[in-house]
């Protein structure tokens, strides 16, 4: 038995049932909860025992029951995704709450400040998941985290590998207010073993379609994000099973000895379509991994909830001009949108879907079409946006057939190709010129799985450099705290992954590492306190940030890395806010940015790229910037303010703005220029491209700019919207006549 003891806070509302709810993070956190009425202690102090697999690793959090459902929230007012409890015998869980959803916070807080390293070679270890108290975060390269903002007390403090790939780690952690808790911490790599999955299926079941293993670890299709509508899986991110002659299907798979392993078959992802029961509840299973092979012989039910129940035939007819390389998902929503799921292609224009569960729950069904997993970006033009209800279905039982078409794609077909192209001569820079694509910073967990794809469209484009924008996000303003966030970060494996396959496809990579914000930057600045105390956590914290990604480009291969950019001028010596007012940045910022350099070069020999914006009245480089190797620099100078918008007088203009602007920063530092090009295409795709034009024009006879970039490319899917990604717009056909010509091969 393991008891789950909790001191709730001091302002917590009496007489109200308190709940220990177990979470199921396959099925999703908010979809298949179990609650178990804690006892009452005493008025504060409440606890509950419950039988629990030994080895099994349990997420849970507590609710309190009023007249409505109040969740526990962490002291900066964020609600606690879960805790953590590794279950290695009968024991006593102490934990704290630091607040509710409708209780602010109360008193002071302390933190707990560690380390990871692995026990047997003392390297440090990166990406690993550490909660204590309903706070979450991530390792960052140096084995590093920060768990900010906790309540005086003991708390349970688990250290999770999320493939696995180590043993968890638990020891109580205590934090006194206003104080650090040291937490140094060794963790035993686990060995990985053969497991080979064999499942039986319901005599039903549809012949030729994929069949996923969703499960609660990374590698089983676990974003550890929060996902629309409580989803936390993607099945375009499941690993698919192989049918067998006897109509069994089955996977193999190198799993870590010792995980606790939950795991479900599916249709669709760990909600839609997935097995149940023949009760008709969920069905989750659990492993623990033995040390040596093993093979599981597992039958599903149904997949269906309840025996003899219905099922939705959805038949849809495409626009023909879907781009082949494309695939259309279909996305449900029952009480907001949950995430998509890919449908079943049938040859041509013609997708299908069936949609067996959970039915029951449902009088009306939302749903919608979309292409490649990016619904509210690549919607069917008829249920486009973030905000649009769908089409509706009623749900009557028995079996459905839906036969749809989808007349046009939103922000699809408009244009595809120039009306018109000038082919001028161009003057090969060589192959040393950089001509590149940085993809945007913003990030979804669905972008992964269409990265080979994207990378496919750059050597199309004749690209020999991608960047990649990796961020971390302000979780706190005061003291500022810059951290990965599972969900709006990539984790390390993604980024990884993303240099391991540009590099397979012949791309040089730099990254770009940029932070979240929340309010925007402008505001977040302005209203942060920046005295001295705030400033040296400020520099701390970045510090983190960019030694974590100067270790990601050292470990992965990148052949640049690049710092700066206008967010950090505030920062800078003399550093300014947006609205020109000082920051307040310390007098010694020279120095500290100096010595931030010096450390990066020590752990990344590549080349040490600055980012500065570009602007019609100069750029302002600080002096410390003698240290960097090259300059990125930010263009999206304004070009169209001409007599008659034409190209010569764009031309003329991206000229003048070369020589004026441009060429004094390159006589200052003598080191490389790339021009980094971010132009929306708000007004129309053809002055996107007319613009592109004209700077490549310009530049074109400018032996001393070293590269040109093309900045906001949206990687999942081509969009001819109003953003500055060229993806699928005239402006992509501008690169691909000038990039081979600028590298002087062959076009592709």
Not at 614 to 632: H, R, T, W
Not at 714 to 733: C, I, M, R, W
Request: proline share 8%; aromatic share 10%; with cysteine.
């Amino acid at each position: 038995m393991v008891t789950f003891r909790i001191q709730l806070p001091p302002n917590t509302p009496p007489q109200q049932p308190v709940t220990l709810d177990v979470l199921d993070e396959v099925t999703g956190l908010a979809l298949n909860i179990e609650q178990y009425e804690m006892q009452k202690v005493d008025s504060l102090v409440y606890e509950i025992s419950l039988p629990l697999p030994v080895g099994a690793t349990i997420k849970y959090r507590y609710s309190r029951q009023g007249s409505y459902q109040a969740g526990e929230h962490t002291s900066n007012g964020y609600p606690v995704r879960y805790r953590m409890v590794n279950v290695d015998g009968p024991g006593i869980v102490q934990d704290l709450v630091s607040a509710w959803s409708d209780t602010p916070f109360q008193g002071l807080s302390g933190r707990i400040i560690g380390q990871v390293t692995d026990a047997q070679n003392g390297s440090p270890l990166a990406n690993l998941l550490v909660t204590a108290g309903g706070y979450q975060t991530l390792t960052a390269s140096n084995g590093s985290f920060l768990l900010e903002g906790l309540p005086p007390g003991t708390h349970n403090l688990v250290v999770y590998a999320l493939d696995g790939s180590y043993q968890t780690f638990q020891q109580g952690a205590r934090v006194a207010p206003n104080s650090g808790t040291p937490a140094i911490i060794q963790m035993t790599a686990a060995p990985l073993v053969n497991v080979i999955f064999t499942v039986s299926v319901p005599p039903d079941t549809l012949s030729a379609v994929p069949i996923r293993l969703a499960g609660n670890l990374y590698q089983l299709g676990n974003t550890f994000a929060d996902l629309s509508g409580g989803i936390n899986t993607l099945a375009s991110r499941m690993p698919v099973l192989t049918p067998l002659p006897d109509g069994r299907y089955s996977l193999a798979l190198n799993l870590p000895a010792g995980a606790d392993i939950q795991y479900k078959y599916t249709l669709g992802d760990g909600f839609w379509n997935a097995e149940h029961t023949f009760s008709g509840d969920f069905r989750l299973r659990r492993l623990i991994v033995s040390e040596s092979t093993t093979i599981i012989q597992d039958i599903i039910d149904t997949w269906k909830t309840e025996p003899g129940g219905g099922s939705v035939f959805f038949d849809l007819t495409a626009p023909a001009n879907t781009p082949d390389i494309d695939f259309v998902s279909i996305q449900f929503n029952p009480y907001g949108w949950t995430e998509p799921i890919p449908m079943w292609h049938l040859g041509q224009d013609h997708w299908a879907y069936v949609l067996y569960s959970p039915l029951d729950m449902l009088e009306t069904l939302g749903y919608r079409y979309c292409r490649n997993d990016q619904c509210s970006y690549a919607d069917d033009k008829t249920t486009a946006g973030k905000d649009s209800i769908g089409r509706t279905l009623k749900v009557k039982g028995g079996n459905q057939a839906v036969n749809d078409t989808v007349d046009s794609w939103i922000w699809w077909g408009a244009e595809s190709l120039l009306t018109s192209m000038d082919t001028p001569e161009v003057i090969s820079h060589g192959q040393d010129f950089i001509a590149g694509v940085e993809f945007q910073p913003g990030y979804h967990p669905s972008w992964t799985p269409r990265l080979p794809v994207s990378l496919k469209e750059l050597q199309w484009l004749g690209a020999n450099w991608v960047v990649f924008s990796p961020t971390w996000t302000y979780s706190r303003q005061a003291p500022p705290v810059l951290e990965p966030v599972t969900g709006r970060d990539p984790l390390w494996p993604d980024s990884a992954t993303e240099l391991d396959q540009a590099h397979a496809f012949g791309l040089n990579v730099a990254l770009n590492p940029a932070p979240n914000f929340s309010p925007p930057a402008e505001e977040w600045w302005s209203s942060a306190p920046r005295d001295f105390a705030w400033w040296i956590a400020w520099f701390s914290s970045y510090r983190s940030f960019v030694i974590h990604h100067a270790d990601l480009a050292s470990r992965n291969g990148a052949q640049a890395l690049v710092l700066g950019g206008d967010w950090v001028t505030p920062a800078l010596p003399n550093g300014v806010l947006f609205d020109g007012s000082p920051s307040g940045v310390p007098l010694d910022a020279e120095t500290r940015w100096r010595e931030l350099i010096a450390e990066v070069k020590g752990r990344y020999a590549g080349t040490l790229v600055w980012a500065l914006p570009a602007s019609p009245e100069g750029i302002k480089a600080p002096s410390f910037l003698d240290a960097v190797d090259q300059f990125y620099l930010l263009w999206s100078l304004p070009m169209g303010e001409t007599a008659d918008g034409s190209q010569e007088g764009m031309q003329a203009a991206a000229t003048r703005l070369l020589d004026n602007v441009v060429k004094p920063l390159k006589q200052q530092f003598n080191k490389p220029i790339v021009i980094g090009v971010a132009y929306p295409s708000a007004s129309n795709l053809q002055e996107q491209a007319l613009a592109y034009q004209s700077i490549l024009l310009a530049l074109n006879g400018s032996e001393w700019i070293a590269g040109f970039i093309s900045r906001g490319y949206f990687p999942p899917a081509a969009l001819q919207d109003e953003s500055t990604s060229v993806h699928g717009k005239p402006a992509s056909d501008v690169l691909k006549y000038w990039f081979p010509r600028l590298l002087g091969i062959s076009p592709p």
